[in-house]
């Protein structure tokens, strides 16, 4: 019996260490999937109340899943009294269009920043750097003024004109880190095969930091669908308004419905706040892939 006692030991501890080895991928995965609930509750949340009807909204307890699915609050939220669709093709308008001068200008400037050699050029990059501690707030008034000035006022010329100027500080500083990981070597070969700065640029810069560029692009397109601050200063007439300023419009004309006075159909509210949110949601989803990889090598070179 004293000779089986050794390798019974081996065995229990054995199957301890293989134990605790499946406890912590077991606890990982249960750590995601927790906080992934807490991340989709309230989307599953909206999702189950824009296909209700309106009288299970408000109705005691609440139903999860309801009976039968109100399909038709999507296309009510869509072609109702609020002009949903006018509102996207002028959100539309905003966003792309900003978005490619975005990319267009910002690439330039950290182009120049991290390929060239020029007098105060350090100086320079660290005032860009700089302007990303000004609170947006502080810039509201002046830049109020000079577009009143300009006669821009209740146009789309404030979102998208200064982004053909390079307005971003943040991409700038983004696409300079991605482009100082590509080797001068590569520039130096390109230049001895006739290839200009521009050439270069846009032939052979740009398709290798397609990371980056889609990082910019992701971001840029996010942040100027979902701006409501800039919209409802720069805009007055309301068939110019993007979904921002139009979902708040949709609560204000849809209140003192089917809950009772003051409070909105919450079925038809939910049915267009999933449709403002689809388009951003798609994007990432195609894009996450490369944002997450230009993030990641953007931050290889300082």
Known sequence: MSGLAAPLTRVRRGSRLRYGAA?????????????????????????????????????????????????????????????????????????????????????????????????????????????LMIPSQVTVIPMYIVFRYLGWLDTYKPFIVPAFFADSAFSIFLLRQFFLTIPLDLRDAATIDGAGPMTFYWRILLPLSRAAVTTVAVISFVGRWNDFFGPLIYLSSIQKFPVSLGLSFFKTFYGGGSGGAGVPHMELLMAAALLVSLPTIVVFAFAQRAYIRGVIMSGLRG
Do not use: E, H, M
């Not at 309106?54 to 009294?81: D, H, L």
């Not at 001068?101 to 120049?112: K, P």
């Open 23 to 131: 406890a912590g991928p077991v606890a990982y995965y249960a750590l995601i999937a927790a906080g992934a609930a807490v991340v989709l509750l309230p989307i599953l949340w909206a999702v189950s109340t824009s296909l209700k009807t309106a009288g299970q909204v408000f109705a005691f307890p609440p139903q999860a899943i309801p009976r039968p699915f109100a399909w038709g609050n999507y296309a009510q939220a869509w072609s109702g009294t609020v002009p949903f669709d006018r509102f996207f093709v002028n959100t539309l308008v905003i966003t792309l269009v900003p978005t490619a001068g975005t990319i267009l200008s910002c690439s330039l400037v950290a182009y120049g920043f991290a390929f060239f050699r020029f007098p105060l050029r350090n100086l320079l990059f660290l005032i860009v750097l700089a302007t």
